[in-house]
Antibody
Framework: QVQLVQSGAEVKMPGASVKISCKAS????????MHWVRQAPGQGLEWMGI????????HYAQKFQGRLTMTRDTSTSTDYMELSSLTSEDTAVYYC??????????????WGQGTLVIVSS | SSELTQDPAVSVALGQTAKITCQGD??????ATWYQQKPGQAPILVIY???NRPSGIPDRFSGSSSGNTASLTITGAQAEDEADYYC???????????FGGGTKLTVL
């Protein structure tokens, strides 16, 4: 079955960077875009960005421009999301989610299990 | 702030119909997608491409839209439907995606 498995929880100091992985299985990895979404404690979902199937094009939400990098390793069917210059406001659960589309409709399915990132001194 | 607006909370009596709405200018152009999230779990897709259900989602879930408003309707709500529901669509520029703020559904 289609599955996205993310790397484990991280604790980081303010100012550091975090890199999370998302390993895909059960489908042709190079057929789909991948989104990253985060959720701060007790808050809603926030879209962060998207990477294309070949891994050579990305689009990031305005608020993350300059400190967010998404990459893809097609040889291992793994996507990576790196966020730098962390502050306490980056404490959140981070999700990868596969993009699907049909006739000008887009949806995220499935989702990874989530990776908790805690930023604390 | 979100470009998609949802009521923060909706309550429904067991077995009755719940309607959750999502408003935004981009919904005049792009269809809304709906996700259900239970505490401590990742979101799951419940409605996509206007009114399509993934396999495994009960047929009591349905979607509709009119103008700048999309709706998720749960006909005959069950206790297990108590969760947060989020709408999602492209933003007004069409270049990015955006989520609504979420609606907490309580089944009484």
């Amino acid at each position: 079955q289609v599955q996205l498995v993310q790397s484990g929880a991280e604790v980081k100091m303010p100012g550091a960077s975090v890199k999370i992985s998302c390993k895909a299985s059960g489908y042709r990895f190079t057929s789909n875009y991948m989104h990253w979404v985060r959720q701060a404690p007790g808050q809603g979902l926030e879209w962060m960005g998207i990477i294309n199937p070949r891994g050579d094009d990305t689009h990031y939400a305005q608020k993350f421009q300059g400190r967010l990098t998404m990459t893809r390793d097609t040889s291992t069917s793994t996507d990576y999301m790196e966020l730098s210059s962390l502050t306490s406001e980056d404490t959140a659960v981070y999700y990868c989610a596969r993009d699907n589309s049909m006739r000008s409709s887009w949806w995220f399915d499935p989702w990874g299990q989530g990776t908790l990132v805690i930023v604390s001194s | 702030s979100s470009e998609l607006t949802q009521d923060p909370a909706v309550s429904v009596a067991l077995g009755q119909t719940a309607k959750i709405t999502c408003q935004g200018d981009s919904l005049r152009t792009y269809s809304a997608t709906w996700y259900q999230q239970k505490p401590g779990q990742a979101p799951i897709l419940v409605i996509y491409s206007k009114n399509n259900r993934p396999s495994g989602i009960p047929d009591r879930f349905s979607g509709s839209s009119s103008g700048n408003t999309a709706s998720l309707t749960i006909t005959g709500a069950q206790a297990e439907d108590e969760a947060d529901y989020y709408c999602n669509s492209r933003d007004s520029s069409g270049n990015f995606w955006v989520f609504g703020g979420g609606t907490k559904l309580t089944v009484l």
